[in-house]
């Protein structure tokens, strides 16, 4: 008998409803706080439109995705799971390796399953235009896609460095029609600021933002949007644990073990939430692993505490693992995986016991993205990278214990724009970063002063 390796859902299994993992937690997640007055704050209006700021708060347990939304979903989803049997092979492991594969998306990650769902509310609110900011591009090219199909005008700020080092995900921007600005510019104060006293500065995540912001403050027609961290962005993701536990039913197997990288914590969340739903509910024994760098290990080596999500300190404060908001991370090709902070569910959910990080330098995720590559076929994205080492070391123990482990992760995105870091990976130019552990110290003296 063949062994089944693709569990696939047929077009009307796409899940009706997104998970909402507040209404089943034991303890509360701290509110966010107003970065001026320090008091428990809404997200504001001038940024985010009402659906999505009532989302951000509701303890409703299931929130129904809209048609039009599942219509644009339909385009790739329901995504494939796929049970990794030729790298269980090449692991000589006892352990089954089941992938959750959301790199079929048209941007190339799960990061549109929230694009699309913000772009929708946006649109139904009467908002004309969606800004953002973008790092490497994949958070900026899921945008530009899901504004193109609900007509909206997307404006991307784009950190000046990746601009110019990384064409082809601006041109990805441009080709579903955003208009995509290297940051800092002159278009805004913030990056104004910034370019007076640093004429040649290349930019930064925060500085990024700053500018994104400041648009959606200033203009009645445009709001801001954000592509990880917030609750209404991990309630988006759970698709991705919706559909996978019913494939994983179709399988005839439940995961000991759940997987994902984590930059913001979107992506881990996504797939996460469903599962551990069933623990919270049901006391099924599942572990979480939060695989992130050890360039930026909030989760491993930050603090539990109030901190700004920006530079300008515009958005609210919220509690999470930080390592503080002024820490600049070293140039890491998993651009996705420098956030500072982490999503505060995600951090309330590691300091309650739920999650065990895990933090990875890059020349042991490489080594594991280029096995994966070589028995599976997909080449991954270098944040995706570090969930597929934390998969590796997984299995590898399973084989120590020589007990049957079932192991589930989530693909989030392909590598197909980022051969320039696997071309410095085979050149042997990638070198590892040490625990900054002094920046980290230095950046923890900015954390806001919360009674
Ligand atoms: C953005 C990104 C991440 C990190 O973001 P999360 O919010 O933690 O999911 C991970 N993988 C890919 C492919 C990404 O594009």
Redo the contacts with the bound molecule.
């Keep these: 008998m063949t062994e089944q390796i693709r569990f696939q859902l047929s077009e009307d299994q796409l899940p009706k409803a997104w998970y909402n993992i507040l209404a089943d937690l034991p303890f509360e997640v701290p509110p966010l706080l107003h970065p001026a007055t320090g008091e428990p704050t809404r997200l504001p209006p001038p940024l985010f439109c009402d659906a999505l700021i009532e989302q951000e708060e509701t303890r409703e347990r299931y929130v129904a995705i809209p048609e039009p939304v599942r219509e644009v979903y339909r385009l790739w989803r329901p995504t494939p799971l796929v049970r990794a049997r030729r790298l269980e092979r090449i692991l000589d492991t006892p352990a089954h390796i089941y992938y959750k594969y959301e790199g079929v998306s048209p941007p190339g990650?799960?990061?549109p399953n929230t694009a699309v769902a913000q772009a929708f509310y946006s649109k139904e609110a009467g908002v004309k235009r969606l800004t953002t900011e973008t790092g490497a591009g994949?958070?900026g090219s899921a945008l530009a896609f899901a504004c193109n199909l609900f007509g909206m005008t997307c404006k991307v700020y784009m950190v000046k460095i990746s601009y110019h080092q990384k064409p082809y995900r601006r041109v990805m921007m441009e080709t579903w029609g955003a208009d995509v600005t290297p940051s800092p510019s002159q278009e805004t104060q913030a990056g104004r600021a910034i370019l007076e006293k640093d004429p040649g500065s290349l930019g930064s995540l925060g500085i990024a933002i700053s500018e994104a912001v400041e648009v959606a403050a200033t203009h009645d027609d445009t709001k801001y949007s954000l592509?990880?961290v917030l609750n209404h962005v991990l309630l988006h993701q759970t698709i991705i644990g919706e559909e996978a536990r019913l494939q994983m039913e179709m399988a005839g197997e439940a995961p000991d073990v759940v997987i994902g990288?984590?930059?913001?914590?979107?992506?881990?969340a996504g797939l996460a939430f469903p599962f551990l739903r069933d623990r919270l509910t049901n006391g099924a024994s599942v572990r979480f692993v939060a695989a992130e760098s050890t360039a930026c290990p909030s989760m491993t080596r930050g603090v539990y505490a109030y901190d700004y999500g920006d530079t300008a300190h515009l958005a609210p404060i919220a509690k999470m693992d930080t390592l503080g908001h002024t820490f600049v991370p070293a140039g890491i090709h998993a651009g996705?995986?420098r956030y500072h902070g982490m999503a505060p569910i995600v951090s309330a959910l590691h300091r309650h016991g739920y999650i065990e990080p895990v933090a990875f330098p890059q020349l042991r995720v490489f080594e594991a993205a280029v096995l994966f590559a070589r028995a599976e076929g997909i080449i991954a994205?270098p944040?995706?990278a570090h969930a597929i080492r934390a998969v590796i070391d997984e299995a590898i123990a399973a084989r120590e214990v020589g007990g049957r482990r079932v192991i589930l992760f989530n693909f989030?995105?392909h590598g197909h724009f980022d051969m320039a870091a696997y071309e410095s990976y085979f050149a042997g130019e990638l070198e590892d970063y040490e625990y900054p552990a002094e920046k980290v110290r230095e950046a923890l003296k900015d954390l806001p002063r919360v009674s």
Excluded: D, P, R
């Design positions: 990650s799960h990061k994949q958070w592509g990880s990288c984590v930059g913001g914590g979107s992506n881990f996705g995986l994205a944040e995706t989030s995105g």
